[in-house]
């Protein structure tokens, strides 16, 4: 089954506490994308990746990193996690063959929360 | 700024009849427009799409219109299902983005089809 999957689903941490969310795609995408949704602003883009190696800053990547060492992963680190980054956050990935369509596959969320 | 504008944050629609959810979007570079539904603890999945080039797009029960003088478009579902309460997004991409054509979200609306 074609899937793009994030974990954990669930984190409390404390401020401070370097955590990595990971997602993994099994569909063999060139690109992937992190967003967080947040109440009144819908889903913001973190960072992206054209490729393995590849990586660049979206709209709001201050307080975020991300590698993409292998085409498949692409995880999501926090090196020191604030409240502010209290968010539900979505891994997303596609290909880059054939016309475009725009069409991003999810993972189901991770939904975190820096006390 | 948000360049991807839903005004309604909810929408109630009788079973059967048709539901209509609305985005504007301010950014004339778009030329990819789509929606994605969002069921609770879920990832957002891929509704329907519409090129700049197109100004309708039917797919089964769902049909986008857009109106690009206006920079507005609409989601038709008809007839309504219980199985269609969940949260709407629009999202609009540039093929301009050299390469991120990252999608741009607008807040969602919450269909909620009442039997």
């Known amino acids: 089954e074609a899937q793009v999957t994030q974990n954990p689903r669930y984190l409390i941490t404390v401020t401070g506490k370097k955590l990595t969310v990971t997602c993994s795609q099994n569909m063999n995408h060139e690109y992937m994308s992190w967003y967080r949704q947040d109440p009144g602003l819908g889903l913001r883009q973190i960072y992206y990746s054209m490729n393995v190696e590849v990586t660049d800053k979206g709209d709001v990547p201050e307080g975020y990193k991300v590698s993409r060492k292998e085409k498949r992963n692409f995880p999501l680190i926090l090196e020191s996690p604030s409240p502010n980054q209290t968010s539900l956050y979505f891994c997303?990935?596609?290909?880059?063959?054939?016309?475009?369509?725009?069409?991003?596959?999810f993972g189901e969320g991770s939904r975190l929360t820096v006390l | 700024d948000q360049q991807v504008k839903q005004n309604s944050p909810s929408l109630s629609v009788q079973e059967g009849r048709i539901s209509i959810l609305n985005c504007d979007y301010t950014n004339s570079m778009f030329d990819y427009f789509l929606w994605y539904k969002k069921y609770p603890a879920e990832g957002p999945t891929f509704l329907i799409s519409?090129?700049?080039?197109?100004d309708k797009n039917e797919d089964g029960r769902f049909t986008v219109f857009l109106n690009k003088s206006a920079k507005h478009l609409s989601l038709h579902i008809v007839p309504s299902q219980p199985g269609d309460s969940a949260v709407y997004f629009c999202a609009a991409s540039a093929k301009s983005n050299f390469g991120n054509e990252k999608l741009t979200f607008g807040t969602g609306t919450r269909l909620t089809i009442i039997p």
């Open positions: 997303a990935s596609r290909g880059v063959a054939g016309a475009y369509t725009g069409e991003l596959f």
């Open positions: 519409i090129s700049s080039i197109k």
